[in-house]
């Protein structure tokens, strides 16, 4: 098989967290090869990837899956067998890019958890993960997933830097981003410095427009053009993947959502740049 370093994964973050709306939106502005899912905090760790969100991936496309166990339990330990259990049970030959507690540095801003808890807990988790990619699962990737707001507005406590699990653990920087916090190298620019910094590549597991700020579909193409032509750390050559957030947030408008130019752009994209997500490498 062959690897292609010079991808970028285009997907989106439907509205359903099931996928079931994933053919609308692969038809609309596809080709789509990567999905960003994740489960609710009620739903802990599942007990299997068949029976969680990014199940449905499985033959058809990478995904990109966050989930949120007890912070806790994870940072304390208590949740390594059943964590374990869960990731032997991704299957070998599958695409996936795996997290907890995605934004983790906007939580601790807002105090839903301390600094120490989260990177204990996210330390603990990549460990697992690299427990089980040494057993064989070489298309299993940790990604870290934070906030562009921590690059553009940072603040001691929840910073890149502060927020780090540490060095060997994390396969891939990924950073939501949103239209009224920037554009180009002012959005991105932060975060892809501490990836370079740190030796790996970035991705967006979210990006789209904000309810308030730009709706201009310049805005967009702009975001392709910088995501397709910037390189993280690492070999891979550009950002690994990047997803649209195509539902309703507390932030964000659904994009590309029902905007004819948004779709087109979208498409172009999806079209200029795509490629099989099975011969995908960092």
Not at 28 to 43: D, E, K, M, V
Not at 198 to 225: F, H, M, N
Not at 253 to 275: C, L, M
Request: a positive charge.
């Amino acid at each position: 098989m062959a690897e292609n370093r010079n991808a970028i994964l285009w997907g989106t973050c439907p509205q359903n967290l099931s996928g079931s709306d994933f053919a609308a939106k692969d038809a609309s502005y596809g080709p789509l090869t990567i999905r960003r899912s994740y489960q609710p905090a009620a739903a802990g760790m599942p007990v299997s990837w068949t029976r969680s969100t990014g199940g449905v991936d499985v033959g058809k496309r990478a995904s990109c899956w966050s989930a949120k166990p007890s912070i806790t339990a994870m940072a304390g330990g208590r949740l390594d067998a059943q964590t374990l259990k869960f990731l032997r049970s991704i299957p070998k030959s599958h695409l996936a890019f795996v997290s907890i507690w995605h934004e983790g540095d906007g939580k601790i801003r807002n105090g839903a958890f301390r600094l120490a808890t989260y990177t204990a807990a996210l330390k603990r988790f990549c460990e697992l993960v690299r427990q089980v990619q040494s057993e064989g699962w070489t298309h299993l990737h940790t990604v870290q997933i934070l906030t562009t707001w921590s690059g553009t507005s940072p603040r001691a406590g929840s910073t890149y830097a502060d927020t780090w699990p540490g060095d060997g653990l994390v396969d891939v920087l990924g950073v939501d981003g949103y239209s009224h916090l920037g554009s180009g190298p002012t959005l991105w620019g932060p975060a892809v410095k501490f990836a370079r910094s740190k030796g790996i590549p970035w991705a967006v597991p979210e990006i789209g427009y904000g309810r308030t700020g730009t709706k201009s579909v310049t805005w967009l193409k702009d975001q392709v053009a910088y995501l397709t032509t910037t390189p993280g750390g690492g070999e891979h050559t550009r950002c690994a993947f990047a997803c649209w957030f195509d539902t309703a947030g507390p932030i964000s408008s659904p994009t590309p959502g029902n905007v004819p130019g948004w779709i087109a752009a979208a498409k172009d994209a999806s079209q200029t740049y795509y490629s099989d997500y099975t011969d995908f490498a960092l």
